[in-house]
């Protein structure tokens, strides 16, 4: 994610207009997960998937005419269509996708559209959490503001605002809190805010499952004023801090990096946490172990093992982490099978 809005930043300092097609909702069997993200520039080059096939098509001919217009939109991709069985597609679901321009004009009272991609590639590098709210569909008086953002850092500081008229007392409070919510979860959701539960989703979109579906506030204002806004945490990958470059180190260091991990490693000994022994740590901190450990900023993305040998214990390590991190249950996957197993061989044992 951090290089694709590198790869914006890149872009609007040349002057280009890109696209950013963005999954928001879905229901059933896609391809990709919400927040799953497709760059298109001018020319028609792409970055990123928001799934491939006969879907990605219709996205990135609609990504062209956005960058043309300037005018956000949203496709909807059916891949319960007859055109995807014929096209050999294994889905059959249903996926919102919202594109977005990227450009240097300038809204009034707001950062520049490089000022967010900025904010949240600086939030990225320094490994720091951040949540990008943009108004993806909205009604009544509130139409015109569709495609306004406003960013949220992890510590509730904020970056442009959404401008709706008469917009709810407490709404940017409930935005921040949403998205410190979803910093801690690391998923997308959408808010929806409006004056009239009724036109709160236009009756002509379809029902999308309940695990994607916000929470719906009402708030006095605009008659017929709805909004729904997309809730995007960019979180930068986990930290491993490895206090004590030994033996173990070595090998866990490397195993944490295949795995995705921003690796720290800390020692007294320079000749020990040396870039010759941890090539792909991120950082290597060099001094006292226990004042190191004090000073280093531990968030929630931060950490009696079994095995003998250091490489045997690295991978302990990483199991023991990787099992916390998807809420596994550590149990043998043989496990709930062995009963099944044995009934099996009991009946053929009888068939005999």
């Known amino acids: 994610m951090k290089e694709l809005f590198q790869e914006i930043i890149s872009d609007l300092e040349s002057g280009e207009t890109v696209a950013m097609a963005t999954i928001v909702k879905r229901k059933g069997s896609v391809p990709r997960e919400l927040g799953a993200k497709m760059l298109v520039h ?13 879907g990605e098509a219709e996205v990135w001919r609609k990504a062209l005419n956005v960058i043309d217009t300037k005018r956000a939109s949203i496709v909807q991709v059916d891949l319960t269509e007859e055109i995807a069985m014929e096209s050999q597609g294994v889905c059959g679901g249903i996926f919102d996708v919202f594109v977005q321009p990227w450009h240097n004009a300038l809204l009034p009272g707001q950062p520049t559209m490089r000022d967010f991609a900025s904010a949240i590639n600086a939030s990225l590098e320094g490994e720091q959490g951040v949540v990008l709210a943009t108004i993806i569909e909205a009604g009544g008086a509130w139409r015109p503001c569709t495609g306004q953002q406003m960013l949220v850092h992890e510590n509730g500081e904020t970056l442009g605002t959404l401008m709706l008229p008469d917009a709810p007392v407490g709404l940017t409070l409930q935005l921040i809190e949403s998205a410190q919510k979803a910093i801690s979860t690391g998923k997308p959701h959408i808010e929806n805010v409006g004056a009239t539960l009724a036109v709160a989703r236009p009756a002509s979109k379809p029902h999308f499952e ?54 720290s490693v800390t020692d007294d000994r320079a000749t020990f946490a040396c870039r010759e022994r941890f090539p792909t740590a991120k950082q290597l901190l060099v001094g006292d172990i226990e004042s190191m450990l004090q000073n280093y900023p531990i968030t929630s993305r931060t950490l009696d093992l079994g095995g003998s040998t250091p490489e045997e214990i690295a991978l302990c390590i990483m199991a023991e982490i990787i099992l916390l991190r998807h809420s596994g249950t550590g149990i043998a996957m043989s496990e709930p099978l062995r009963d099944r197993y044995m009934q099996r061989l009991k009946r053929l044992d009888q068939d005999l």
């Open 42 to 54: 001018r020319g028609g080059k792409i970055s990123g998937t928001v799934g491939g096939g006969c």
């Open 210 to 263: 309940s695990d994607d579906q916000p929470q719906i506030e009402n708030f006095p204002g605009s008659a017929n004023a709805w909004a729904e806004i997309f809730i995007e945490p960019f979180v930068p990958n986990p930290v491993l801090l490895i206090a004590g470059a030994g033996h173990i180190a070595a090998p866990l260091a490397s195993l944490a990096h295949l795995m995705n991990f921003s690796v």
